[in-house]
């Protein structure tokens, strides 16, 4: 596997490429074959920022670190990369051992043979015998008891800040994935450069999704 790095304005030395190639590859142990691997160093002001970008067969993650000097930097950017290729595996894990409900006969329902009105007869005729009574008793009459459901317990909801859930600068749609990525956060209140103002979660299925609030 080989590992491409893209440096902006910035110096990366050997041993800062061998410490970032050998921290795929553990992540490649919990993810499974990767397909691509992709550093970007780059600085803003005082702040050294590392993004990695890996891809395998059918999902992708994109982690970001940000410190003082570059080393910290990258062990940030693949200690999220990580997190994530973990919560990943779990929930394929989970998935794949949910089990198969094989179809009963209740679900089934009778059979059909193509005859109309001869399925009643054949329930009636598979039914248990009546067996006669003696004179004087009267046969008890069956009754079926209905049971309901309860009431469904009431959830509260997840209250977020909006340090949490908002965004402060204007962003594009793709440095706003990038972003909740990053922050590990499954709702992301933004705006664009134009203003206008986005709605950015995460679905049950794990992929995202972008409503757009009209003005």
């Known amino acids: 596997m080989e590992v491409e790095f893209t440096a902006r304005q910035v110096k990366i030395s050997k041993t800062m490429k061998d410490g970032a190639t050998e921290g795929v590859e553990r992540i490649a142990l919990v993810l499974g074959k990767i397909t691509s691997a992709k550093f970007t160093f780059w600085a803003e002001r005082h702040l050294q920022i590392v993004e990695l ?11 970001k670190g940000e410190a003082p000097s570059q080393d910290s930097a990258v062990r940030e950017a693949l200690a999220h990369a990580e997190l994530q290729a973990q919560r990943f595996r779990d929930k394929s894990r989970t998935q794949k051992r949910l089990p198969k409900v094989a179809p009963t006969a209740e679900t089934r329902g009778p059979r059909k043979t193509g005859r109309p009105g001869l ?19 009267k046969r008890k009459a069956a009754i079926t008891v209905h049971s309901f459901p309860g009431k469904p317990a009431v959830v509260e909801p997840h209250i977020l800040s909006a ?15 990038k972003e909740a990525e990053f922050r590990d956060r499954d709702l992301l209140v933004f705006r664009n450069p134009k ?6 979660h995460r679905r049950r299925d794990g992929e995202m999704e972008l409503v757009e609030i009209p003005a």
């Open 53 to 63: 970008a890996l891809q395998t067969r059918n999902h992708s993650i994109v982690a």
């Open 119 to 137: 399925e009643p007869k054949l329930e009636a005729a598979a039914e248990k015998p009546a067996v006669a009574l003696p004179l004087g008793k």
């Open 163 to 177: 340090a949490e859930a908002l965004a402060i600068r204007p962003m594009t749609i793709e440095e706003a994935v």
């Open 195 to 200: 203003g206008d103002l986005f709605v950015l």
